[in-house]
């Protein structure tokens, strides 16, 4: 049993869902039931990873042992997620770095946006997951009834179990929509075809060791042939941290063994492989926040390293053990981010802060059909701002930046000042997606309209009686714009349908302008009229439509604003009433 154990290393399980559902409280559960006695604050502190060895699971949670199940695995490694999900989509060459994930569910609210995004990104990446139904303490009149978790659920008073029943089946409904058959984990037989759901409270604890259980238990059946060690060190950088004496880089080591002084290379953006020595290396104690100096580390844990140079680390990043052999790591980290960083020939530009977030980015990017030319890690730069720009010419819905979890370079912000290229940053991935979404179906609407306009211009004008400049040759007379938008050449009727004649200028404090939007006070100048004899009786002036351009306008009547379809309306209205005046 000893040799299975060294062959197999801790599946890495990471913990994700919407903002607030518990996914800090549930690890905070998790590991805080040992953390908390032996590290005073040690929960509250900021950790990317938690090493859980197998005997301190089994001393804590002894449901696993009462159940009969003797633990092959040497532990588990937590990945802390932060709110958003970089941490998520982390991936290693051909899937997810995370063996398995907890999905937590506030079971009172259901599936939320970043609910949904998360699933999105588990599904693209096939990472095993189970659901924690969450804070069902909060359901009204729920008490904890047995120690058992199955026991309790049946125990409880026939109105508090069928409120339990409607939301979980509620939620159990939802994630059908995304291809997912789910069921209370003590009702499924075979968890290769659902996915489990647990209630819990990581609040009271209840369900707790039912979550710890199904994690170990399934790591064990399922995951056995993906645990197995590897010979050479692989892994990814988590993030670059800078201190005054030293910089150190903290990652995950998902396969092999590292000694210190090992060469390691790590990809860069272009997947061109930078060398460096190791020089410090330090793994993470068992339920600590502490770092302790290693000779050797074995996989899977949570490292920090220093290296004898400084090469420009970026998040993220895969590295590996190097032997020597250049040309090949390169085609190896090749492929691994074409995997990650695929573009299309148009499209908008993307930039995140890691090559995890960037990847999440693109698959949301994708999956709500927004097409990316170009992507990137790092903050929004010059260069981003001159592709975007090109997009004006091609396409001007894609004249946009996206940044995920990044700032924008002040030569950049220089750049943007009155310009078409529209910039969207956010920390949360799904409020960026909706943005965006938003963002380009007005524009896209805008340039239908503009295409619409140039049929003929639509506008209502108010004639201003007390400012008559000229009678006639031309007749120079004040006009309000009630709706919509007046320009040079626009031939107008008025409220009885009938020509009067086409605009030849506008002028606006004494200056011609091309043309006159809605609010605008302006005075016009037509040919060939009267106005004592043709307007002075008139208060309202149109613009004059064909029959082929009054239906374009109908038709696209989703283009307009309310102003607008007013004047569409009233239009129609004069067409009518003509109509019946000629027995039509």
């Given at each position: 049993m000893k040799f299975i154990t060294t062959m197999i290393r801790q599946p890495i399980v990471t913990i994700c869902g919407h903002v607030d559902h518990g996914k800090t409280s549930i690890l905070d559960y998790l590991r805080g039931s040992s953390i908390q006695g032996a590290e005073a604050g040690g929960i509250t502190q900021k950790i990317s990873f938690t090493l859980y060895p197998t005997k301190e699971i089994e001393k804590k949670f002894p449901m696993i042992r009462n159940q009969g199940i003797k633990l092959e695995i040497p532990g588990l490694l937590f990945i802390d997620t932060p709110g958003h999900a970089a941490f998520t989509n982390l991936r290693k060459r051909g899937g997810s770095l995370a063996d398995l994930a907890i999905l937590v569910i506030d079971i009172n609210e259901g599936i939320r946006p970043q609910t949904s995004e998360v699933i999105q990104i588990l599904k693209f990446n096939k990472t095993p997951f189970i659901i924690a139904l969450n804070k069902i303490d909060n359901i009204s009149g729920w008490r904890k009834l047995d120690n058992s978790l199955k026991k309790s659920i049946e125990s409880q008073p026939q109105n508090v179990k069928n409120l339990f029943n409607e939301r979980y089946m509620t939620i159990a409904g939802a994630l059908s929509s995304y291809g997912f058959d789910a069921d209370l984990f003590y009702d499924i037989k075979d968890f290769t075809k659902k996915i489990g759901l647990v209630p819990c409270s990581a609040r009271t604890g209840e369900g707790m060791n039912e979550l710890m259980f199904m994690l170990c238990g399934l790591s064990q059946k399922y995951l056995t042939e993906r645990l197995k060690l590897g010979k050479e060190a692989k892994g990814i950088v988590l993030e670059v941290k800078k201190e005054k004496s030293h910089d150190y880089v903290e990652s995950i080591l998902y396969d092999g063994e590292l000694k210190k002084s090992d060469e390691i290379a790590i990809a860069n953006i272009e997947?061109?492989?930078?060398?460096?020595?190791?020089?410090?290396?330090?793994?993470?104690?068992?339920?600590?926040?502490?770092?302790?100096?290693k000779e050797k580390v074995q996989a899977a844990t949570g490292i920090r390293m220093q290296f004898s140079e400084k090469p420009e680390i970026l998040p993220g990043m895969p590295f590996l053990a190097y032997k020597g052999d250049k040309e090949k790591v390169k085609e190896i980290f090749k492929k691994e981010l074409t995997e990650?960083?695929?573009?299309?020939?148009?499209?908008?530009?993307a930039k995140a802060d890691s090559l995890g977030s960037l990847e999440a980015l693109l698959v949301l990017l994708k999956q709500s059909n927004i097409p990316v030319l170009k992507a990137g890690i790092g903050n929004i730069n010059k260069n981003d701002f001159s592709n975007a720009k090109a997009n004006l010419e091609i396409n001007e819905v894609d004249a946009i930046i996206v940044g995920f979890n990044v700032s924008i370079n002040e030569d950049a912000k220089d750049l943007l000042v009155g310009s078409e290229v529209n910039v969207l940053t956010d920390e949360v991935i799904y409020k960026l997606i909706e943005s965006v979404s938003k963002l380009r179906n007005e524009k896209r609407k805008e340039i239908e309209k503009r295409k619409l306009m140039e049929l003929t211009t639509l506008c209502k004008l108010k004639i201003l009686h007390q400012y008559v400049f000229r009678n006639t040759k031309p007749a120079i007379f004040g006009i309000s714009v009630e709706a919509g938008k007046l320009t040079a050449n626009t031939n107008l009727i008025n409220e009885d349908e009938e020509k009067v004649g086409r605009v030849k200028n506008i002028q606006s404090e004494n200056h011609s302008v091309e043309e006159a939007t809605e609010g605008m006070e302006v005075a016009i100048s037509i040919p060939g009229i009267n106005f004592e004899r043709q307007l002075k009786d008139k208060k309202f002036l149109y613009s004059d439509m064909g029959e082929k351009q009054f239906k374009a306008f109908k038709k696209n009547k989703d283009l307009l604003n309310q102003n607008e379809i007013k004047i569409l309306s009233e239009i129609a209205e004069i067409k009518r009433k003509k109509n019946e005046r000629w027995g039509r």
């Open positions: 997947g061109n492989p930078l060398i460096t020595k190791v020089r410090v290396i330090e793994e993470i104690e068992p339920l600590s926040t502490k770092f302790k100096v990650t960083i695929k573009t299309e020939k148009q499209g908008i530009i």
